[in-house]
């Protein structure tokens, strides 16, 4: 599998295999059952606005949900949530939301802030977490939520899945008991909108929905919540809890409203001596901003040549943030680190036709940033590294106004063969199942063996030519999701044409690790591009 995702494709022999209400798709986070319901593809987004959706026991989201989910689907919003068990928003559980909501908006391009629904004891689970994230919350939803553990479950239920007696939970239950620190919320403005019956008995809506709309009153916070009381109605499946239009528009609502916001990520500061321009658009495409980050010397003393990072993460996770290559802009080189579209946003070419429009762009945009529109090279890891590979190999476009040719290419452990990828071909432990949920078959929208001609388009071993840039190719010696043959193969077809090009196969190294990140590592890819991109 390309990437470092946390995240695995479910395959038909996971068990349990959670079964979905709506379409969607279901992998693992932190080995924990997950879930995303998907709009449909012309109603997506990025970023992508969703809801946080809990409890996330193997049996939820049920049918009885099914409408309401469909309102956030046909709105554009998708529904996310994880199986965490009877956590009732203990810390473990928590840790487990925290990194559902890291692998979506730092790999999927998921809003920063989702609107998380809550059901029931979902309401544990929500308030719990939005208590100590603030910052990632747009909004909470409730249908008849619990808020004060004491009432449901009940300590002694609660216990276990705190990891802690029934004594030391009673008293420490102001620490861990979400009504107890609904000011935290209500201080945040956190907007909250709630469905709860008058005479529920499982979960009292005195001690719980009322009891938050109190505190939310006291303090000065009472414009941010809502609640509706319906007479008559306890704790059960009264279609009204479901079928609410005034939950269902304010959820849609914030949800939409926390994808606009920026997602609250520590990234890494520019190396000494290097300033970052972050969030530039280069392109904008069916109203999805692509963006790139533009790393240059404080000091630039005339035109700077450039390198263009292309992360890696199978085609479908990874982002432009947290650059690994801005440390050469330290060197006398401006890096741009670039987003693309993602499997889940669209399907090749729109990644490479992405990448040339990043090219055109900084070719256009060169004068004012002090660049050298000739002298452009590419780098790129595991996926990006295809896709880099492919832009030094595959022709460009015959109507391109501004060229997307580059001079150079630095390919970290890409594939260059879509048709011979282990994940792509049947073997004693892969079936035709399997190849269909492969990372090409997703990048290609149909397994390599379905249109091998368009996985010979999508691969450089089969575009190369006398003309292409020279290249540095970089695997590793034990790399087991990209087999060294793919770089080696590529490297003796070069050759052949009548191209420049240059292995290293770093010793003991696996996908990617420590041993691309040593001085000699970074010395090999310095001197390549101070050789191709900076004049003599």
Not at 51 to 60: D, I, K, N
């Amino acid at each position: 599998m390309l990437g470092s995702s946390h995240a695995q494709s479910r395959d038909k022999r996971a068990d349990p295999i959670k079964e979905l209400i709506l379409e969607g798709e279901t992998f693992l986070v932190d080995d924990h059952p997950a879930f995303i319901l998907w709009p449909s593809q012309e109603k997506r987004s990025t970023p992508q606005p969703w809801v946080m959706y809990s409890p996330t026991l193997p049996r939820y989201p049920d049918v009885h949900e099914k409408w309401m989910h469909q309102q956030f689907l046909d709105a554009g919003v998708a529904v996310a949530g994880i199986d965490v068990g009877e956590s009732y928003g203990s810390p473990e559980g928590r840790k487990h939301f925290s990194a559902l909501y890291k692998e979506l908006t730092t790999k999927r391009n998921f809003g920063a802030k989702p609107c998380l629904l809550g059901r029931s004891r979902g309401g544990l689970w929500s308030s719990s977490w939005a208590i100590r994230n603030t910052d990632k919350v747009a909004a909470i939803a409730g249908i008849y939520p619990v808020f004060d553990l004491t009432t449901y479950p009940g300590i002694k239920r609660a216990a276990p899945a705190y990891k802690m007696s029934e004594a030391d939970l009673a008293a420490a239950i102001k620490q861990h008991n979400p009504i107890e620190k609904v000011r935290t919320l209500a201080k945040a403005k956190i907007p909250i909108s709630i469905i709860h019956g008058a005479i529920d008995k499982v979960v009292p809506l005195k001690q719980n929905a009322a009891r938050l709309v109190e505190i939310y009153n006291a303090s000065g916070a009472q414009e941010f919540v809502e609640l509706e009381v319906v007479e008559g109605q306890g704790h059960n499946f009264f279609e009204g809890f479901f079928t609410s239009q005034k939950l269902v528009d304010f959820t849609i609502e914030h949800a939409k409203a926390g994808a606009q916001a920026k997602v609250p990520s520590k990234l890494m500061p520019p190396p000494e001596g290097v300033n970052v321009l972050r969030d530039i658009t280069f392109a904008t495409v069916a109203e999805q901003k692509l963006q790139l980050d533009l790393y240059r010397p404080k000091e630039v003393l005339g035109p700077l040549p450039v390198v263009v990072w292309v992360h890696g993460g199978g085609w479908k996770n990874g982002s432009k943030d947290r650059c690994p290559a801005a440390w050469l802009a330290a060197d006398g080189f401006a890096v741009a680190s670039i987003d693309y579209r993602l499997t889940h946003q669209a399907q090749w070419p729109a990644q490479i036709d992405d990448c040339r429009a990043a090219i055109r762009w900084l070719r256009e945009n060169a004068k004012p940033f002090n660049l050298n529109p000739d002298r452009i090279g590419a780098w790129g890891s595991s996926a990006g590294g295809h896709l880099v590979a492919l832009l030094g190999t595959l022709d460009a476009p015959g109507n391109e106004g501004t060229s997307s040719h580059i001079q150079a290419v630095c390919d970290w452990f890409g594939p260059t063969d879509l048709l011979t990828m282990p994940p792509n071909t049947i073997s004693e432990t892969r079936t035709e199942a399997d190849i269909a949920q492969s990372n090409g078959a997703k990048l290609l929208g149909e397994t390599v063996r379905d249109v091998p001609e368009l996985a010979k388009q999508a691969s450089a071993l089969y575009q190369v030519s006398a003309d292409d840039p020279p290249f540095l190719i970089m695997h590793g010696e034990k790399d087991p999701g990209v087999p060294l043959s793919q770089s080696q193969r590529l490297h003796e077809k070069l050759l052949a044409a009548g191209a420049q090009s240059e292995l290293k196969v770093i010793a003991h190294a696996g996908h990617g690790g420590k041993e691309f990140q040593t001085p000699e590592a970074k010395q090999f890819v310095l001197d390549f591009f101070s050789k191709t991109l900076k004049d003599q």
